[in-house]
Every structure is written in C-alpha cells, then in structure tokens.
C-alpha cells in the first residue's frame, strides 16, 4: 500500500449508497477483513512519532531530568528506580487527560480538529456527564461551568507538578530512596477524583481506574508503607489489572474481537489477516486460529502469566515471563485498536520490567513480604470490588473499572438519523462538528466517500456481536424506513460530542441523549437510538433499549448472546430473535410485532 493513499472498497461510492444497507455492510465487513480501516501508513507514522517522541522520550526525558537519577540515555542508572516508575505514570496521566493520549487523531474519528480532550474540557458550556448526580451533592447538571474547568486545568498542573518539584529523597520512612512526595500524589488522586465526580468521562480518559491505586500507594510510602510494602502493592494492582482482562474473556464475545483487530494492523501481511477467518467473503466468523490467539495466547495467557510474575522465585522464569507481557502489550500496540491505547499498553510493558525483574521477587519483594498480613487480603478486597460488581451488574460499571479492556463485552449503541437530521448536531456548543462534516468540510471528501467512510465504521461493529443485534434491532423498529436513516456508530459520535470516548457505551446512554436533547430539541422519529448493555458473566442474553430523542425509551428486550455470535455480519437469515420486556404504548411504530427468542 502506497505511504500516502488508502486502501478503498473496488466500487463506485454513489452507485455503492444505493445499494441494501445489509449488502453494503457485507462488502465493507469483507474489505475489513483484509485491509482493515484501510488507512494509509502515514496515519499510523503519524501515531508512532507521538508515541515515541511524546510519550517515550518525552516522558523519560522530563522523568529523568527533574530526579536524581543520571542522565537520559544512561538507562541502566534509572530504569529500576521507583521516582521513574511514579513519573512515567503522572506524565502518562498529564498526556491521557490533556486529550492526546488514548482516544486521539483520526483512527478515533478525530478526523478535524484531531484534538478532542482540552479543547472540550477547558471550554465552559460543554456536555458533561456526573456518574452519581441524584446521589453525590453538587455534581448535578450537564453542563460544564467555570468551576469544572478550573478544576480541570488545576488537575492537569498537579500531575506536572508532581513531576518536576515533588520528588525527594529525604520522605520519612523510606531510607533516602528517592520518590515523589506523598502529599502532591494525594493531592493528583483527590483532585481526579473531584473531576470525575463532576465529569465520569475525565476520570476514565486519565485511565483512572488503572492509575489513581497507583497515586494512593504512593501517598501512602513512608507513613503506611514501607518501600517493600510499595513495591508489592504495586505488583498486585497491575496483576489485578491483567487477572480482570483475562476474566472478563471467558464470553463467546471475546473470539470475535481478534480477527477485526489483526485486520487493522497496517503491518500484518494480508495473508494472515485472512487466516483468521473461516472462508472470505462468505463466512467471515473466526477461524481456528483466531480462536487459538484469543483463548490460547490471549485469555490463558494474560491468566497464567500475570501468577507466574506475582508468585515467581525463579529468575530465568521471572525473565521470561516478563518478556512475555511485554510482547503481549506490543502485540496490541501494533494492531492500533480504534481506541488507540498506544500510551497504556507501553507503560504497562515498562511497569512489568520495572516492577518483577527490576524488583525480583526472590530478592524480597514477593508477594509474602507485605510488613503486615492484613495488607494483602485489604488491597485485593479493595481492587476487586469494581471488576466483580461490573462483571455481574455491567449496567452499575464502566467496562474500564470492571477491567474488560480487549473483552468485547462493552455497552455499544448505533445512532440513527432521518434524513437532514444529523446535521443538528453541530448545533451544540462544541470545537468540532459531527464526523460527515469533519470529513466533507474540514478534509475536503467527496460526500458520498466521506458516507462510505463512515459506514465502514458500522461494517467494524458488524463483525462483534453487539453490531448484529443492534442492527437487527434497528431493522425492527424503524421497519421499511431502516434503508433511509443515517446510520452511525455511536463511539465515534461520542467523540465529537464530549471530546472522547473509549468503547464505553456508559458515555453514550440515555444520559447523553437527553443532554443533547435539551439543547437540541429533535423532532420525535429524527433521532432513534438503539443501546445494548454488556453481558453479564453469569447470564446468557444481553439487554438492549430503543430511544427516541424526543420520547424517551419506547422499548426494551434482550436477546441471546449466542444467537449474535452464530450470525454473520450481514445478518444474511434475517435479524437476530428478540425478546421484548417494555413497549411504549403510543410512541413505538404501529407497525411492531411482538418478538420472542427462537
């Protein structure tokens, strides 16, 4: 593929828009499994120089200039040193919660501007979206205000604070290792917490679930903790974090994630894309060895590895399994997932060196030699409450706190617009117009290529499960008008309308909707949401509702997992079997009939 030119379906846009909207799907889901987004490599280069000029360098650049540790390039002097391990993580929080760490550019429907994060979150009279609004005083309202915005900004300088004046080597109770103050962690977790309280969407685009245990155990270094007691903490958060994602797999869902993913790798030959798939074009399930790297190489191993690395006093075992998640976090990174968490899994890979071969377990910080036994059992208990509860009641847990990163088991939704009505949108209040516009007004695209890119978008969560039912869904309720709507995948609108999203339908539910509707104010039939909760580990079915902005829910049902899992893409037997539990009265179509699971 040319270094300048995109991959692009062999057909006509204009004359391909007028084709069946499942047939459609079926050519864009076939050109998928070969070339993935089909984004040119420039694109990709572009991410890797950020990745590696930014985030790398930059970040061990400012993490060793502002410590006692040697220079940059002399790496054997800092790599093991706790103060580097803290301030890699504050840079990584700084970048993620400025907006150009995960969730940024044009792989995550940035396309113009490419910048979502601070351009929403430090401007008052943009959506925000308070997690517990009836419950926690003086979060409620939808709106961002002055005070958010300081509070914001004032977090993002706390992170940089933490970084260049807040290491010391004199912290009581640590014997002159040098680490960040404990206080100036304290204060970074508190003041992210704060934003999340007003905002969910900022604790998750910081990775908060992942990285304010981090801030806590550092807070607590040298009065609750000993360096040891540190060091082992530690080690159980990250262990925690890859024991969730390997758990949360188990679902038939997670075997369909692979072969979309290999498919978007730019450097993967189109020879093994197409292996991981049982006969292109006409069965596009997984292959055997899909199959094999998602439960073999993918479950198994983030299960069994992780233990190794908690419980290992074999050195050459340690090492190997260490090399081992480092290649399991580069694997991810090369595949630039739509979410493009290149930030996360390259931190994880140095925090894996850092903390089980640069503190080996044999030399005394294994996971036995917490200073009191009641640390073990109160950290696990603590860091196991939200992936428990999330996996068993996903509709009370973001998927990023239940730790099913990669499970394919998220919440999702496809937006459907009559014709004209898309373009409302860009009445809000925002830095960025909606996704079609991006691509039409802002990069130049033909109208109907800049469509046809954005139902590539519908072909990728074709090939998941969720896509399956909620287009069979979509067929349903909107009937014969289903082939006339603008239909969008909701992650990617998510994005130009609160500045980020990570797969998580959380952001993107009826709490959304009704904040654009109050602004907004849609005709009743313009703007239909169909939304699907995840599957709950302990159940079968998954739980969807249809929304009409300007009605509320009209409807409510499930359908089996199963039953999604066995179709193909196109839905070529026809939508999927529903049940329906709730049915509006007056305001569902009066052409419904009732559905039930085959």
């Known amino acids: 593929m040319p270094f300048l030119t995109p991959d692009v379906p062999p057909v006509d846009p204009a004359e391909f828009l007028t084709r069946p909207r499942q047939e459609r799907i079926h050519v864009l889901a076939t050109f998928w499994s070969e070339y993935g987004f089909g984004t040119p490599k420039m694109v990709h280069t572009i991410y890797i120089l950020k990745l590696v000029l930014l ?24 790599w093991d040193q706790p103060v580097i391990y803290q301030k890699i993580v504050l840079w990584t929080l700084f970048l993620e919660l400025f907006g150009i760490g995960g969730t940024w550019g044009p792989l995550a429907a940035h396309f113009k501007p490419m910048t979502g994060g601070i351009a929403y979150w430090a401007r008052p009279g943009t959506i925000r979206l308070p997690p517990w609004p009836r419950q926690v005083p003086l979060t409620g309202g939808d709106s961002r205000t002055v005070f958010d915005v300081l509070l914001y900004l004032t977090t993002l300088g706390s992170f940089m604070y933490a970084i260049v004046l807040g290491s010391s080597t004199a912290i009581d109770g640590l014997g002159g290792i040098e680490m960040v103050d404990p206080l ?30 981090i801030l806590i155990i550092s807070a607590l270094a040298g009065s609750v903790l000993t360096y040891t007691d540190f060091v082992v903490a530690a080690k159980v958060i990250i262990v925690i974090v890859w024991l969730g994602a390997s758990v949360s797999k188990l679902t038939a869902l997670f075997e369909l994630v692979v072969p979309p993913m290999v498919s978007n790798a730019p450097f993967v030959p189109r020879l093994l894309k197409r292996a991981h798939y049982r006969s292109i074009p006409d069965d596009l ?53 739509l979410a493009v968490p290149l930030e996360w899994n390259i931190v994880f890979a140095y925090l894996a060196i850092f903390l089980f071969a640069g503190h080996f377990a044999g030399d005394g910080y294994g996971v036995g030699d917490f200073s009191e036994g009641w640390m073990l059992p109160a950290l696990v208990a603590l860091l196991v409450v939200f992936p428990i509860l999330g996996n068993l009641r996903p509709d009370l847990v973001s998927f990023l706190p239940s730790m099913r ?33 991006q691509l039409v007004d802002g990069m130049g695209y033909d109208p109907d290529v800049a469509e046809m890119t954005m139902q590539m978008t519908l072909a990728w969560r074709s090939m998941h499960a969720q896509g399956r039912g909620l287009f069979s869904v979509l067929q349903h309720y909107l009937g014969e008008e289903y082939e006339t709507y603008s ?56 739980a969807y509702f ?25 839905l070529p037997d026809g939508p999927v079997p529903v049940e329906v539990t709730y049915r509006h009265p007056q305001h569902h179509p009066l052409s419904a009939t009732p559905r039930s699971h085959a």
């Not at 088991?409 to 459907?416: E, G, P, R």
Request: with cysteine; proline share 4%.
């Open 184 to 213: 100036s962690m304290a204060i970074s977790a508190g003041l992210l917490t704060l934003c999340g309280l007003r905002d969910k969407t900022l604790f998750l685009a910081a990775r908060g679930e992942q990285y304010v245990p």
């Open 285 to 337: 399930k997984p292959s055997r060895l899909a199959w094999v790297m998602a439960h073999v190489l993918g479950t198994l191993a983030e299960f069994f590895v992780p233990l190794v690395l908690l419980f290992s006093t074999n050195w050459v075992i340690t090492l190997l399994a260490v090399g081992s998640m480092v290649l399991f976090h580069l694997f991810i990174t090369q595949t630039f997932p």
């Open 55 to 78: 985030s790398m360098t930059g970040g061990v650049a400012i993490a060793t200039l502002t410590s006692d540790v040697g220079g940059m390039f002399d790496v054997g002097s800092w």
């Open 405 to 437: 990163q990669y499970s394919g088991n998220w919440a999702s939704a496809t937006w459907a617009f009559r014709p004209g009505a898309e373009a409302k949108l860009n009445q809000l209040d925002n830095p960025a117009r909606n996704q079609i516009d």
């Open 546 to 570: 249809v929304m009409d902005a300007a009605l509320g829910i009209v409807e409510r049902g499930t359908w089996l997992v199963e039953d999604c899992v066995n179709a193909q893409p196109w």
């Open 487 to 542: 239909l969008r995948e909701a992650e990617f609108c998510c994005n130009a309308i609160i500045g980020w999203n990570f797969g998580d339908g959380h952001l993107h539910d009826d709490q959304l909707i009704e904040a654009i509707q109050r602004r907004i104010g849609f005709e009743p039939g313009e703007f239909v949401v169909v939304w699907v909760e995840s599957q709950p580990l302990h159940k079968k079915t998954q």
